[in-house]
């Protein structure tokens, strides 16, 4: 079995910062691609970022150049450093990550529950 439990958000001003983690344990073979999504209330689900396991980073033209995301491949960790938030950036942000776990041939999409970030004055 494999968890992916995010932490981080909250309530912000416009302007300000949040640091969103996401850890995934478990029976990990290895991890792929890991990203942050989210959904906002009355709209569809979008990615946000990804990064490889490489290191390889996209990003939605929506957020370049105020979010960054980065790894740690040995803790199967992601983070997500938002800065200059939006109101428009209110939404749940999921992590995802794309495991094989023990004994699997191929890799499978996990997601965390989610966790809610408001940015309002």
């Known amino acids: 079995q494999v968890q992916v439990v995010e932490s981080g958000g909250g309530l912000v001003q416009p302007g300000g910062s949040l640091r969103l983690s996401c850890s995934a344990s478990?029976?990990?073979?290895?991890?792929?691609?890991m990203g942050w999504y989210r959904q906002a209330p009355g709209k569809q689900r979008e990615v946000v970022a990804s990064i490889s396991s490489r290191g390889n980073t996209n990003y939605a033209d929506s957020v370049k150049g105020r979010f960054t995301i980065s790894r740690d491949n040995a803790k199967n960790t992601v983070v997500l450093q938002m800065n200059s938030l939006k109101p428009e950036d209110t939404a749940v942000y999921y992590c995802n990550a794309k495991i094989i776990t023990l004994g699997s041939m191929r890799d499978m999409d996990y997601w965390g529950k989610g966790t809610l970030v408001t940015v309002s004055s």
């Open positions: 478990g029976t990990i073979f290895s991890t792929n691609s």
